[in-house]
């Protein structure tokens, strides 16, 4: 379970650190920051529609994965066993008394036999 919680946290902070570079990569009202990766060419890398919509299709991607993310976290966080209840749906049996309980409660008894004065009559 450690295991898997370290993997989570380790692809939620990727996908944090990806959005948050691909929304400071996008271009805003009247900056033209998307047009170093081509925008408007249609020879580009990213095709005729530009990096505007490459890099906002990947930030929607990539915040899914976080919320997914965080979403498995929270339900791991959150799980706690219960105990079992055994293969046939019985109660399972407690533990009897510790030896030692065994033995204090056994010494009265020993010591009274030893001892035929200490027996009333």
């Known amino acids: ?3 898997l ?7 939620q902070v990727l ?11 996008q271009h805003g009202k009247g900056a ?3 047009a170093a990766f081509g925008s408007g060419s249609s ?30 976290l929270t339900f791991l966080g959150s799980y ?9 749906g019985n109660v399972p049996v407690t533990a009897p008394a510790t030896a030692s309980g065994a033995v204090a409660a056994s010494a ?3 010591a009274s036999a030893a001892n035929p004065q200490d027996v009333p009559k």
């Open 1 to 3: 379970m450690g295991l």
């Open 5 to 11: 919680k370290t993997l989570l946290i380790v692809v």
């Open 15 to 25: 996908a944090a650190l990806g959005v948050i570079g691909l929304v400071l990569l």
């Open 32 to 34: 033209d920051m998307g």
């Open 43 to 72: 020879g580009s890398l990213f095709g005729a529609s530009g990096s505007a919509n490459f890099l906002s299709r990947m930030t929607a991607v990539l915040a899914t994965v976080f919320f997914i993310t965080t979403l498995a």
């Open 80 to 88: 706690h066993p219960k105990a079992s209840i055994g293969v046939l």
């Open 108 to 110: 009265p008894a020993a």
